[in-house]
């Protein structure tokens, strides 16, 4: 099927520089197109061609009705409509409305991490769970300040297990807070990101952001508040329990981790793998599943985790294997 839609000056772009963002609508929706004048026309499958032309001509009403895209925030839908036929540009630019914090705006980047927003923004309690660097923990903390500055709620608190990544680091010197400050300081990273470090400062300082060790959450009841659990594969099966009982009214619960790394001692079993058979289909909470397709770093951080997970199936294949063979 051939088709031609007219695009009007402010919507070339939508093409990009060098018309990367036209390269990968061609490989996305599986198109071939050509730009002459105001016309592009574009050619495929019926189906293809179609939606093509609707997400052309809901950028174009979009741009017209005054909505501005950033080149990344485009290139992520596209990511998102190659992967979801049921989605539409329109739909992605309402659900995935960019979030501004003063120095930066997010939006979510894969159709996992449109999922995950969404089901923040309905759910009192949502697990993320997959591989680092999928914005699990990013999307969370800007979730949370979100709802801090809309006053949802009174208060953030973050919360990660104080477990080593394989290290010994001994002895601590400093504070109570200084000596777990080393575990806790992915969670300072992504709040100083997203919101001004004068303001996340004082939030610190009057306690309307709390970033504290998972033992430190025994014995409470946390109303009007957002919490985050960092980390998740690290706690054992009682931390798990205990945490997920803390959640009082008006309070809204994040659980993220990565089930392939956990770094509690040989033998303990990890509170949040527990958590995904007890609470799997509980009501009111949704569990939301990351791969390597939403990473969000360097290019090679995807290839690596498909590396290791195809090493890790060979594993366990030859494993299974040598087991059959020695009965």
Do not use: W
Not at 200 to 223: C, D, H, Q, W
Not at 230 to 249: C, I, P
Not at 253 to 279: C, F, H, K, Y
């Amino acid at each position: 099927m051939k088709t031609s839609v007219k695009v009007g000056k402010g919507v070339k772009e939508l093409f990009g520089t060098f018309d990367e963002n036209l390269k990968l609508l061609e490989k996305s929706l599986q198109v071939s197109t050509h730009l002459a004048d105001e016309t592009l026309e574009m050619e495929g499958t019926e189906e293809s061609v179609r939606r093509a032309q609707r997400v052309v001509e809901d950028y174009t009403e979009l741009v017209e009705r005054g909505t501005r895209f950033e080149n990344a925030e485009v290139q992520a839908f596209l990511r998102i409509l190659a992967e979801d036929p049921d989605a539409t540009l329109k739909g992605l630019a309402k659900a995935g409305r960019p979030r501004t914090f003063g120095k930066k705006t997010v939006s979510p980047k894969s159709l996992n991490q449109r999922r995950y927003v969404d089901a923040i923004e309905t759910h009192d309690m949502v697990f993320g769970i997959g591989p680092s660097g999928t914005g699990k923990t990013y999307l969370a903390v800007a979730m949370a300040l979100d709802a801090l500055l809309s006053k949802e709620v009174s208060r953030i608190i973050l919360a990660r297990p104080a477990v080593e990544a394989g290290e010994r680091l001994g002895y601590l010197p400093g504070t109570l807070q200084e000596k777990v400050n080393p575990y806790l300081r992915p969670l300072y990273d992504a709040l100083y990101d997203v919101l001004d470090p004068d303001r996340v400062e004082r939030y610190l300082e009057k306690s309307i952001i709390e970033i504290a060790p998972i033992a430190f959450m025994r014995g409470r009841t946390l109303n009007d508040a957002f919490v985050i659990l960092d980390e998740a594969q690290n706690t054992t099966s009682e931390q798990m329990k205990m945490f997920l009982t803390r959640l009082g009214f008006n309070s809204k619960a994040v659980i993220t981790g990565d089930i392939t790394q956990t770094d509690l001692p040989n033998g303990r079993r990890s509170g949040l793998i527990e958590a995904i058979e007890v609470v799997g289909k509980v009501p009111g909470i949704s569990f939301v599943y990351f791969n390597e397709r939403d990473v969000v770093r360097h290019n090679l951080v995807q290839c690596i985790i498909r590396a290791y997970e195809d090493f890790d199936r060979v594993r366990a294949a030859d494993s299974n294997g040598k087991a059959n063979a020695g009965r």
